[in-house]
């Protein structure tokens, strides 16, 4: 293989790796770029996973054998059956050695001094038609980060020397590729994520709850929402200390998580101060009356604060129609204000209180969020919010 054609492969692989948009993406974007560059038939890309001593292989990529998922989940290989892993890992890379591609055939090494060993790879080689095969470690931030491992099929060419230090060059560049992949899924992490509570945010919320009434809209699937706010949160940080406040936040946060794992898909979410809420997509009105029954009673049995006052908004129920996400932020919200202000140690379910719903005009929760906005008299919060709609008092 000339020089521009292999610079071209270079330029290729990094061009496909800057443009993958997730983990998935980058990985089989690394796999297949490899294996082109190289010329194989097959290529896998795997991580090592210090805490379990094993290689897991994240992607296999080109002509798989049957025994082959493209994105495995349980495909993965001790290191210590891998003398030359193991070497490199724990001997060559530790004492300042080169990460360096090396060969191997279906008659084992190509050269070196594991010649004449068969070991779980050499077998597989075999096992899969699979004539010879390159690997090639890669580092990120300094460390061995997993391996890039590209084959040919029996009868074709014998990868050589120069082929292993291409490798090399090609497991830096999709090295590079993943530390990108890497930092994009940390941003986003953290910019969907409250950092109190490691729960979703208030702009998770939003984007996924815009997405729940679409698909509310277009199929009927049942969109609910649970709106909670911690009692007592303000009395526990003026007596005891925001810390003992943020300790009450984190247990709550943990209740709130436990409790909507009960429902396949639900978001649990912090959306700021003392505001938490489930989104639910999917699971009967009723399903999430008991869920967020059971969040009540959980709450009041923490020894911090007051327990939780909880409302609930949800499509299945007769609440009139639901055309945006902000009509049902605003029924979730008037009827958690209606639990506050009453002390309610259950939820109140908007469309459940007056029972002819909003089209009857008697349930006081759809008339509260279904009211023009006014402003809020001493000691009431009245928010009845949709996305970018500021509190209205």
């Not at 030359?84 to 890992?89: A, G, K, S, V």
Request: include cysteine.
């Amino acid at each position: 293989m000339g020089e521009d054609v292999r610079l071209r492969a270079v330029v290729e692989l990094a061009q496909a790796m800057a443009a993958a948009q997730t983990p998935r993406e980058s990985w089989q974007a690394a796999a297949l770029g490899a294996c082109r560059a190289l010329g194989g038939s097959f290529a896998a890309l795997s991580v090592w996973e210090r805490d379990l001593g094993r290689l897991r292989v994240l992607v296999n990529a080109g002509e798989r054998a049957e025994d082959e998922e493209e994105f495995p989940e349980r495909e993965a290989y001790p290191v210590h059956q891998f003398p030359e892993i193991t070497e490199f890992l724990h001997e060559r890379w530790a004492g300042g050695g080169e990460p360096n591609a090396w060969v191997e055939t279906a008659e084992g090494p190509s050269g070196g001094h594991w010649a004449g060993y068969c070991h779980q790879r050499v077998s597989a080689l075999r096992r899969r038609g699979r004539g010879c095969c390159v690997v090639a470690p890669i580092v990120l931030h300094g460390r061995a980060w997993g391996e890039l491992y590209v084959a040919r099929p029996a009868g074709a060419p014998v990868f050589g020397r120069s082929d292993a230090d291409f490798a090399t060059v090609l497991a830096a560049v999709a090295a590079a590729g993943i530390a990108q992949t890497e930092r994009l899924e940390e941003v986003r992490r953290l910019a969907f994520t409250d950092a109190l509570t490691g729960l979703a945010n208030r702009r998770a919320v939003d984007l996924r709850l815009d997405e729940a009434v679409e698909r509310h809209r277009a199929d009927g699937a049942v969109v609910s929402l649970v709106v909670c706010d911690v009692n007592g949160l303000k009395r526990v940080n003026d007596t005891r200390g925001h810390a003992i406040g943020d300790r009450l936040l984190e247990r709550f946060g943990s209740i709130l998580s436990l409790c909507g794992a009960m429902l396949p898909g639900t978001l649990a979410a912090r959306l700021g101060g003392d505001e938490f809420c489930l989104l639910s997509v999917g699971p009967s009105a009723d399903e999430v009356v008991r869920v967020a029954d059971e969040l009540c009673v959980r709450a009041a049995e923490l020894e911090l604060g007051d327990g939780v006052a909880c409302g609930v908004a949800s499509t299945g129920d007769p609440i009139g129609p639901v055309r945006s996400a902000r009509r049902l932020f605003r029924l979730a919200d008037a009827a958690q204000y209606r639990a506050k202000a009453a002390r309610a140690a259950k939820p109140v379910v908007a469309g459940r209180e007056g029972g002819a719903g909003a089209e009857g005009g008697d349930d006081p929760v759809v008339r509260l969020a279904d009211s023009p906005p006014r402003v809020a008299g001493p000691g009431e919060r009245r928010r009845f919010r949709g996305r970018g709609i500021p509190p209205a008092g």
